[in-house]
């Protein structure tokens, strides 16, 4: 509304001029920017489901450099002769590493350690790798995996293994280590996806590798003498532990089909009181 002041001109009232200048919000607001296409590729390689196909696409990537280069060559050629003490340890062991995560077999890699190094050395050389290895396939599990692999545990052995690693990680690992029946790389990544922690992973690792490796990395520089009592002890070490761990595994077994019996399921009748029994009662 207009007000007349004394000067006889017109001005607008408070309420008018408030109304006046009274701009819509959706106005003022300048509309967000669409994401790019760099944004739009950025998010999709970083959604679970790309990240575990480029854990696929690493392990397949491992597993044919394996095929090329032939790790397994080094029981038969040697090690090259222009690396000694050391740096042989050193490339020794990242080798060893990166052919766990290959999925390499770990005997075949503990008795190459053994022949090339000696006892004493080859044992560490393996054990480091062994960690090494194990912490790398447990990372890119972790980091690649995990998010799109854990809405898949449906299961019921999926979601016991689960639990038993997420609760109970540090001995269910060090007895997974101590019993060879689970592979190696299927341990790495089972653990990865569960919810147990790097260090208790990488200990129960690195002590529950202990017996095996020093049995095999002992058969291995003792191969040259296969009935020496050194090398016969050796092997005695690395087949009880799975005779153990097959034996264990048949219990466990057992035990488990019993706890899943159905509860409603009859029980099958007892000569007391099966049914010539009931008769001979009514008789």
Request: proline residues 9%; aromatic residues 8%; contains cysteine.
């Amino acid at each position: 509304m207009l007000d007349a002041n004394r000067s006889g001109t017109a001005t607008a009232s408070p309420r008018a001029a408030a109304t006046g200048l009274a701009v819509p919000a959706a106005v003022l607001t300048p509309p967000l920017p669409r994401p790019g296409a760099v944004a739009r590729c950025r998010r999709a390689l970083g959604s679970p489901h790309a990240r575990l196909s480029l854990l696929f696409a690493l392990l397949a990537g491992a597993g044919a450099a394996v095929l090329v280069f032939e790790p397994q060559r080094l029981l038969t050629h040697g090690w090259p002769p222009q690396l000694g003490g050391l740096a042989a340890a050193v490339v020794f062991t990242l080798a060893y590493g990166l052919c766990t995560v290959a999925f390499v077999p770990r005997p075949l890699l503990n008795l190459a350690a053994g022949a090339l190094f000696g006892s004493q050395l080859g044992l560490t050389t393996a054990l480091a790798g062994t960690v090494l290895g194990a912490g790398v396939a447990f990372g890119l599990g972790r980091v690649l995996g995990q998010d799109a692999l854990r809405p898949l545990l449906r299961g019921r052995w999926l979601r016991a293994a689960d639990g038993q690693l997420s609760r109970h990680g540090f001995r269910s690992m060090l007895a997974a280590r101590l019993f060879p029946g689970v592979p190696f790389w299927a341990a790495n990544y089972c653990a990865a996806v569960s919810r147990m922690r790097w260090w208790p992973f990488l200990l129960a690792t690195a002590l529950g590798s202990i017996p095996n490796t020093a049995a095999y990395a002992v058969a291995g520089a003792r191969a040259s003498a296969p009935t020496s009592p050194a090398f016969l002890i050796a092997m005695a070490s690395i087949a009880a532990p799975a005779l153990a761990g097959a034996v264990i595994a048949w219990r466990k077994r057992h035990h488990l089909r019993s706890r899943q019996a159905p509860a409603g399921s009859a029980a099958p009748p007892s000569p007391a009181t099966g049914p010539r029994a009931r008769g001979n009662d009514r008789s």
